[in-house]
């Protein structure tokens, strides 16, 4: 009954360095999505990508890529990392808009 | 376009008393709204959903919340808390598109 996936849970970067957090889940869900916590910013959509084969830019998508590889697994890139980027990152997926999100434990990314 | 205001970052009750955590949106179109829970260090769990059956949903741990159309609120209810209800309250819109909009989320405090 695993749901959401995220790998790594913890990351130190370094100003410049890049890095690929993944992302699958088992619940045959259609959308998936990439969201970054802040503390007094709630969650803001990165990527998210409404079916396979398809990814659309969120609120924030600035220094950032996704690949929806299959339909489980869709990952988030940093090319190159910055400290503003620090944050802690969830995954989540639905079937449909109309139903809730099912999300992982997060990522939690820092950058120096 | 679909917006959500939480009022209040942070709301501090007694064990025993009311809680009452306040969401108002705004959407274009009749939406569908969240209510979700995040316990330190983990992922967002839902706690209820409205999706346009009854204007009163009932949730988990003893959480209920009520569409109001012509307030625009869905505020989040519980009789009595619990010193377990301590977390982090997120409400979350969606007009039936692809994404979910979230507030930027109220700490619930509660004191013995």
């Known amino acids: 009954n695993a749901g959401v996936t995220q790998t790594p849970k913890f990351q130190v970067l370094k100003t410049g360095q890049s890095m690929t957090l993944q992302c699958a889940q088992d619940?045959?869900?259609?959308?998936m999505y990439w969201y970054r916590q802040d503390p007094g910013m709630g969650l803001r959509l990165i990527y998210y990508?409404?079916?396979?084969?398809?990814?659309d830019k969120g609120e924030v998508p600035n220094g950032y890529n996704v690949s929806r590889l299959n339909k489980r697994e869709f990952s988030l890139r940093l090319e190159s990392a910055a400290p503003s980027q620090t944050s802690v990152y969830f995954c989540?997926?639905?079937?449909?808009?109309?139903?809730?999100?099912?999300f992982g434990d997060g990522t939690r990314l820092s950058i120096l | 376009a679909q917006s959500v205001t939480q009022l209040g970052s942070h709301v501090s009750v007694s064990e025993g008393a009311l809680v009452l955590l306040r969401c108002n949106y705004s959407?274009?179109?009749?939406?569908?709204l969240f209510w979700y829970v995040q316990y330190p260090n983990q992922g967002l769990q839902l706690l209820l959903k409205?999706?346009?059956?009854?204007?009163l949903v009932k949730g988990i741990n003893g959480f209920e919340a009520e569409f109001k159309k012509s307030e625009t609120s869905f505020h989040l209810t519980k009789p009595s808390a619990h010193m377990s209800d301590a977390a982090e309250y997120f409400c979350?819109?969606?007009?039936?598109?692809?994404?979910?909009?979230f507030g930027k989320g109220t700490m619930l405090l509660v004191s013995p």
């Open positions: 619940m045959n869900h259609n959308s």
């Open positions: 990508s409404a079916s396979e084969g398809t990814t």
């Open positions: 409205y999706t346009s059956a009854a204007t």
């Open positions: 979350a819109v969606s007009s039936g598109y692809s994404t979910l909009t």
């Open positions: 959407s274009s179109v009749p939406p569908y």
């Open positions: 989540a997926s639905t079937v449909t808009s109309n139903q809730p999100q099912h």
